[in-house]
Nanobody, 120 residues
Framework: QVQLVESGGGLVQGGGSLRLSCAAS????????MGWFRQAPGKEREFVAA????????YYENSVKGRFTISRDNAKNTVTLQMNTLKPEDTAVYYC?????????????WGQGTQVTVSS
């Protein structure tokens, strides 16, 4: 069992930055692929970024490539999402996920989500 708690969301102007953190508790954190997903109002949940267990491979949705960076610290059981050059279309609830199914928006474990709002 893994519990995930996100933090770091908020309101930011377009072009600004935010750093989301996800703290994991439970066993085997370092063995899981970790991911970030988001869901905007009226839209389906979508994949944002993922990182393999060792942190050596990362994956991004096309619209965030070059702006967002996912990283992890297995010693601290945390995964972060650094978001730069934010755009109003990045506004959404962002969810941390452990053991996501590649190519889908399903995952074994989810956090409660954190709101990110980008003003124009």
């Amino acid at each position: 069992q893994v519990q995930l708690v996100e933090s770091g969301g908020g309101l930011v102007q377009g072009g600004g930055s935010l750093r989301l953190s996800c703290a994991a508790s439970g066993r085997s954190f370092s063995s899981y692929v970790m991911g970030w997903f988001r869901q905007a109002p009226g839209k389906e949940r979508e994949f944002v970024a993922a990182i393999n267990w060792s942190g050596t491979s990362t994956y991004y949705e096309n619209s965030v490539k070059g702006r967002f960076t996912i990283s992890r610290d297995n010693a601290k059981n945390t995964v972060t999402l650094q978001m730069n050059t934010l755009k109003p279309e990045d506004t959404a609830v962002y969810y941390c996920a452990a053991d996501p199914v590649v190519g889908t928006t399903t995952s074994k474990y989810w956090g409660q989500g954190t709101q990110v709002t980008v003003s124009s």
